[in-house]
């Protein structure tokens, strides 16, 4: 039986259960977390430094967590930007334009041993690269993660209106450049 978010916040608060209810936390959020992120950074090894980032931020700031949102939706504003922050920073070390990092993704994407341009899901990859950061972002929370637009305007700070916006936008977009592809 899972924990529900309220109890294990209660027990993260107590010394003597502290580290339990992490883990807890860690095995509820990890998967959904890591594909989260996976979709944004695309390696593998990557996407696991990430997230370890992630689960330390959520460690030192815990404790401060004010439950003004729920657990779920704090967890992944913290996978979020640190994913975003991830791909600023290969842009810096690699001294290139963010554009030249997303082509730089879409290579990965096409260096996978098991890739194949015709299966509509390696082109639905291919296409989520093509699209800006934040559309990006917004489609991946939609479609894969299925997250509520309310929720998903906590989670990043935008309206609702501005979500759907960018969601339809990279709709049409995904669409166009599988037709053309």
Do not use: C
């Not at 979020?80 to 879409?106: M, R, W, Y």
């Not at 991946?140 to 916006?165: F, Q």
């Amino acid at each position: 039986m899972q924990i529900d978010d309220k109890e294990l916040l209660e027990q993260f608060r107590q010394p003597g259960t502290k580290e339990r209810a992490f883990t807890a936390i860690i095995k509820k959020y990890q998967e959904k977390l890591y594909w989260h992120v996976r979709r944004m950074v695309i390696d593998h090894d990557d996407a696991n430094d990430v997230l370890q980032n992630v689960f330390i931020k959520v460690w030192n700031g815990l404790e401060n967590f004010r439950e003004d949102s729920q657990l779920y939706t704090w967890l992944y504003r913290i996978a979020t930007n640190e994913s975003l922050t991830f791909l600023e920073q290969q842009k810096k070390k690699n001294a290139i334009s963010l554009s030249d990092v997303e082509s730089g993704l879409a290579n990965k994407i096409t260096a996978d041993k098991n890739f194949d341009a015709n299966r509509l899901e390696w082109k639905l990859q291919l296409a989520i690269q093509q699209l800006p950061e934040k559309q990006k972002v917004v489609f991946n929370l939609r479609y894969y993660d299925e997250m509520p637009y309310d929720e998903m305007s906590r989670v990043l700070e935008t309206s609702e209106g501005a979500l759907k916006a960018s969601y339809h936008h990279a709709v049409k977009k995904i669409e166009e450049f599988i037709k053309n592809n």
